[in-house]
């Protein structure tokens, strides 16, 4: 196993699964407390059309997919805060059209399907070091976000008519989050794959809530329990010659259910 952590390719994919392993819980919490899960579950195959157009023209697919993830995060925004359509309906719309975006961008040229498909279940050896770099970004912007607006996050997610009271600006607070989510998901596919990551954002989540005893508290310890089964999941897979983001979410899965029991018992 030691061996293979020598090599570069090894290096950058450990160093890619700890990043999103922290992010993904991170934005996780605030997408199960808004109930933004379906959107960011949503999100996901929105971005895997943007995926296929970009291979489609030769440029970098993650650019595609970050650029067509934030169009549909702020679409979605506009016709929950501007229109007053459901937000559940708003994701079935954006999601059916570009979805039938993908496919067409898949039937004009097979020969990309291989490495489109890979950004469905994850392919973290061919992390590189342009996406490092985009992780570690957007990992300080993640945590920036939430130390400055914490507070107003909070509220929000408490009662909007509360935070609006408090002076919150709610529509540009949900919008940036909504941003946030749809960027922090986008650059975690090629590491977990778009079929599997809403699954590493909700279940650490999820556990944390039945642990900490305030927001931030919630907040760290998903972090943590996000640190954990990504490396624990790692390593399994290394000595079961598993997928490690198929691995990394098993293990994330029985951490889950470990959790729920304690918390019954």
């Known amino acids: 196993m030691f061996d293979y952590l020598a090599l570069p390719e090894y290096q950058r994919a450990l160093l890619a699964v700890l990043l999103s392993g922290i992010l993904l819980p991170e934005i996780g919490v605030l997408m199960v407390l808004e109930r933004f899960t379906f959107a960011g579950a949503g999100i996901t195959h ?18 595609g997919a970050i650029t067509f993830a934030i169009l549909a995060a702020f679409m979605m925004w506009h016709f929950v805060e501007n229109r007053g359509v459901n937000l559940d309906a708003s994701m079935g719309i954006l999601f059916a059209f570009f ?21 469905l279940f994850g392919s973290v050896l061919t ?14 912007m993640v945590q920036i976000f939430l130390l400055m607006f914490h507070r107003d996050i909070f509220l929000l997610l408490l009662n909007r008519e509360l935070a609006e009271a408090s002076g919150v600006n709610v529509r540009n607070i949900r919008l940036f ?40 508290t919630v ?14 999941g790692f390593v399994v897979s290394l000595l079961l010659n598993t997928p490690p983001s198929a691995t990394i979410v098993i293990v994330t899965f029985f951490i889950f259910v470990f959790v729920m029991s304690l918390k019954r018992n």
């Open 46 to 63: 929105i971005a895997f059309s943007g995926v296929t157009l970009f291979l489609l023209l030769g440029i970098n697919p993650l650019i």
């Open 99 to 119: 979805m039938a975006l993908a496919v067409m961008f898949m039937s004009v040229y097979r020969g990309y399907s291989g490495e489109a498909l890979s950004y």
């Open 127 to 140: 992390v590189d070091t342009f996406d490092i770099v985009l992780l570690v970004i957007v990992f300080f």
């Open 177 to 216: 989050l909504l941003i946030l989510i749809a960027v922090v998901i986008t650059i975690s596919m090629k590491v977990m794959g778009a079929l599997l990551v809403i699954g590493m954002a909700v279940m650490p989540a999820v556990s944390s809530m039945k642990i900490g005893r305030s927001f931030l």
């Open 219 to 232: 907040i760290v310890f998903s972090a943590l329990i996000g640190i954990a089964v990504s490396l624990l």
